[in-house]
Structure formats: C-alpha cells, structure tokens
C-alpha cells in the first residue's frame, strides 16, 4: 500500500513538472510572426540581391540557411543578426529596428 501511494506521489510530481517545463517553453519561445516576417524578408535580400547564387560561399550560404532555420524554429534573437550581418556585408545599409 506505501509503495502504491510512493508511486502515485512520484507519478504526479512527473506530471506537475512536465506541464511547468511546457509553460515555462512556451513563454520562451515569442510566436511573434513580425520576427519571421522580418527574417523572412532579410533572407529574400540576401538571396535576392547579395550576389549571383552561383557563385555563394559555402561558408555564406551555411549561415544564411543556419539563420532562417534559427528563425523558423522560434529563435529570432540569433537568427535575424546573422541575415543582417551577411548583408553589411554585402553593401546594404539596414536601419536599426528596435526588438
């Protein structure tokens, strides 16, 4: 009977801490579609205009694809920079948006 009520105690405290992680993952990760819009659109430019995709780096393109990967999986901090460093880079003059 104490093993049952053990077991019940430790099956409950799993769930209450499965559902605490959930909550506190889903108020990390912003479902904000202005961030993935702005990255979206900062990928498109660089895509669009940087230079000729023939002739990409291997190394430019892995970090432009890295940073729309980061962006659609809900990590637009680490994302949007990269896009918009690459496309310093590349000549373009990026106002400063405020996140």
């Not at 000729?52 to 393109?61: C, H, I, M, R, Y």
């Not at 809900?74 to 996140?99: D, H, T, Y």
Request: aromatic share 10%; net charge neutral; glycine share 6%.
């Amino acid at each position: 009977m104490v093993t049952r009520i053990r077991v019940a105690i430790c099956l409950a405290a799993c769930a209450m801490s499965v559902s605490a992680a959930a909550a506190f993952a889903s108020a990390q990760q912003p479902s904000s579609s202005a961030l993935m819009a702005r990255c979206s659109h900062l990928y498109d430019l660089w895509w669009r205009y940087d230079e000729d995709p023939v002739f990409f780096g291997l190394a430019e393109k892995s970090y432009a694809e890295l940073a729309l990967y980061d962006c659609q999986r809900g990590r637009s901090a680490e994302g949007i920079p990269v896009l918009e460093r690459l496309l310093r880079q590349g000549g373009f003059n990026l106002p400063q948006l405020e996140r």
